[in-house]
T-cell receptor, first 113, second 114 residues
Framework: DQQVKQNSPSLSVQEGRISILNCDYT??????FLWYKKYPAEGPTFLIS?????DKNEDGRFTVFLNKSAKHLSLHIVPSQPGDSAVYFC????????????FGTGTRLQVFP | DTGVSQDPRHKITKRGQNVTFRCDPI?????LYWYRQTLGQGPEFLTY????????KSRLLSDRFSAERPKGSFSTLEIQRTEQGDSAMYLC????????????FGPGTRLTVT
């Protein structure tokens, strides 16, 4: 039972354009969402997060949007840079079990010149 | 840089052998987590510690797996009688009590069981 889904395994975007990575979840008890970035041979690196009481959180080039009614969140990267090429994981946590992060399967982003 | 470190980075073992991995968390972090990641999947939660207490174990953690954090600092994950299905990347992460959501990951130990 995949509670966090990333339906696009890969995405290719030109440098300078916007990258939009999507994530859907099924558990209505999730109240905190995170995005991690992973380069080859490294562990995932925390990127940005959002609480369920918000619908948007911005940090520099990265913005996460949350649509609770649709159980959907997205990560926008503007402008995209070649160094953003990595695998991006969406993760979620529930208030009753805050320590347990549930990850999606990841989306591989490639930013080309 | 005093991030999360894991040792070894790679381990190749024969089926039936025992293996042990070590994780050193960020020094001030009192929570420590183990995850497993297989090809094409995201990390899957295995277990976590608050200081030296192991507070939750996933059903993924069979009886052949055991984790310890004896002094509330580093942790070890042991797999006994390894099986080919144990081949995966084993990730360790740590966090502060006040920021439990934001877990900081180590580079992982890649286990290959032949």
């Amino acid at each position: 039972d995949q509670q966090v889904k990333q339906n696009s395994p890969s995405l290719s975007v030109q440098e300078g354009r916007i990258s939009i990575l999507n994530c859907d979840y099924t558990n209505s008890m999730f109240d905190y969402f995170l995005w991690y970035k992973k380069y080859p041979a490294e562990g995932p690196t925390f990127l940005i997060s959002i609480s369920s009481i918000k619908d948007k959180n911005e940090d520099g080039r990265f913005t996460v949007f949350l649509n609770k009614s649709a159980k959907h969140l997205s990560l926008h990267i503007v402008p995209s840079q070649p160094g953003d090429s990595a695998v991006y994981f969406c993760a979620a946590s529930a208030e009753y079990n805050t320590d347990k992060l549930i990850f999606g399967t990841g989306t591989r982003l490639q930013v080309f010149p | 840089d005093t991030g999360v470190s894991q040792d070894p980075r790679h381990k190749i073992t024969k089926r039936g052998q025992n293996v042990t991995f070590r994780c050193d968390p960020i020094s001030e972090h009192n929570r420590l987590y183990w995850y497993r990641q297989t090809l094409g999947q995201g990390p899957e939660f295995l277990t976590y510690f608050q200081n030296e207490a192991q507070l939750e174990k996933s059903r993924l953690l069979s009886d052949r797996f055991s984790a310890e954090r004896p002094k509330g600092s580093f942790s070890t994950l042991e797999i006994q009688r390894t099986e080919q299905g144990d081949s995966a990347m084993y990730l360790c992460a740590s966090s502060l009590d006040l920021s439990v959501y934001e877990q900081y990951f180590g580079p992982g130990t890649r286990l290959t069981v032949t």
